[in-house]
């Protein structure tokens, strides 16, 4: 990696003399001698705050200024995660040179399919893309070519790759990030919301062209090519539906028996009903920790019931017949119609293979050792160099044949890109041959 101020330098020679550097903040004190060299607060985006598109009008401008803008579209999406069921986008933003910064309510405007033509096949500049692009396809924002800064980062290898991080470290511009866990779902969204928003698509550019200058320096520009590529693959692919959610609720290790793991069960799909009819995150329905406490202590009336645990808000006690009756539905179960366990796809915990198979278990130990070498050697994220699920997966039951063809192809069935292969194969393949006994 190569020191900060070169970097900084050449993302501020990319920008034109012509557009005007964002807002920062004034010195408290005018008599007061600023430190220098030092990062430069972002206040306000250097066109100031946008209000948000909300009529086909404003629309049907923004696509012809877009359409006639030039080079990358920095995007970002803002959800309510926390306050809502669903995912979905409740603001979009947008910047592009010539077309300036949009903001773009989506729920008035939820077909954004004209914008997408507009686009065209232009760079997206997304950070953490596999964050938003679902939302985005949702209101019809597909990319045909994206750069994602944080996955580049990751790649450069950059300890820290959030993007006020980054745009510390690269552009010397501090941003603030105490709206990101805001309800963005409510209406009107403050001034300082809207600011907020917009400066995260202000500084996407510059930082992608930083970004890519250091991928280049060290060699990384294909692999970052071929992982952004997957990205836009991946988010074609409809979303995966789990046979049976309800196991994920927290804690729910500690319930015993297949009776209360049933009344887990029932209060989990009483929830979720309840939580899709409001459009409210499931957890503020119900937390997770109530529903433990009632499949331990399984109470039978209101008054038992209202004694637990995250039982005692006001909302969740109007709901208690809801939960009585899910809980007497799973006490009148028949004994057939309890969970199971279920099967098992792929391999168990690591912590159980030195029990279960202990050959398995020394050869994933070698293959993590490979993995960490490679990735030391090369400044990357183990993780980024290949998924830790592939790893186990090809540890558990390599092929019958071990070369590096075989190898290769497992691991391109369960999605390595080339650029993964060519640095881990032969290595991770010896990895996988029986040790010779001494």
């Known amino acids: 990696m190569t020191d900060e101020p070169p970097l900084r330098r050449r993302a501020a020679e990319s920008r034109t003399a012509d557009v005007p550097p964002p807002a920062v903040a004034e010195p408290a004190d005018a008599g007061t001698e600023q430190p220098t060299g030092g990062p430069v607060p972002l206040t306000a985006p250097r066109d100031g705050t946008p209000q948000p598109v909300a009529t086909p009008a404003e629309l049907d401008e923004v696509v012809a200024r877009f359409a006639a803008g030039t080079g990358p579209v920095a995007l970002d999406a803002e959800r309510a995660s926390g306050y809502r069921y669903s995912q979905r986008a409740y603001l979009v933003q947008l910047r592009r040179e010539g077309a300036g910064t949009t903001l773009i309510d989506p729920l008035p405007l939820p077909d954004l399919t004209a914008l997408d033509e507009a686009i065209g096949d232009a760079e997206w500049v997304l950070h953490a893309a596999s964050q938003d692009l679902a939302c985005l396809a949702e209101v019809g924002l597909r990319p045909r070519r994206l750069f994602d800064t944080e996955l580049a980062a990751r790649l450069a290898g950059f300890e820290r790759v959030g993007l006020a991080a980054l745009t510390e470290q690269l552009l010397g511009y501090t941003l603030e990030k105490h709206h990101s866990a805001a309800d963005w779902s409510s209406r009107p969204l403050p001034e300082s919301w809207l600011t907020y928003a917009a400066l995260d698509v202000e500084m996407l550019v510059d930082l992608r062209d930083a970004l890519d200058a250091e991928l280049q320096t060290q060699g990384k520009s294909a692999w970052a090519a071929e992982e952004f590529a997957a990205l836009i693959t991946w988010a074609t692919r409809p979303p995966r539906v789990r046979a049976e959610p309800w196991r994920r609720t927290s804690g729910i290790h500690r319930v015993r028996g297949a009776r209360a793991q049933a009344r887990v069960r029932a209060l989990w799909y009483a929830r979720d009903q309840i939580a899709v009819r409001r459009d409210a995150a499931p957890g503020r329905v119900l937390p997770d920790s109530a529903i433990i406490a009632a499949a331990e202590l399984d ?27 899910a809980l007497d539905e799973a006490r009148q179960l028949a004994d057939d119609a309890l969970p199971v366990t279920p099967t098992v796809e792929g391999p168990p915990p690591p912590h159980r293979w030195a029990e279960r198979d202990p050959v398995a278990a020394g050869r994933l130990t070698r293959c993590r050792e490979v993995v960490v070498r490679v990735a030391g050697e090369h ?26 063809d075989t190898v290769t192809e497992v691991l391109r069935g369960y999605g390595a890109r080339q650029w993964q292969l060519s640095l881990l194969l032969p290595a991770l393949a010896e990895a996988l041959l029986p040790v010779p006994r001494a």
Do not use: C, H, M
Not at 300 to 323: M, Q
Not at 380 to 402: G, M
């Open 299 to 325: 109470p039978k009336d209101e008054k038992t019931l209202l004694t637990l645990p995250g039982f005692g808000g006001r909302s969740v006690r109007r709901l208690a017949r809801s939960w009585l009756t």
């Open 379 to 404: 400044r990357l994220p183990p993780e980024n160099l290949i998924t830790p699920d592939s790893v186990r997966r090809l540890a558990w039951q390599p092929p019958d044949e071990i070369t590096v």
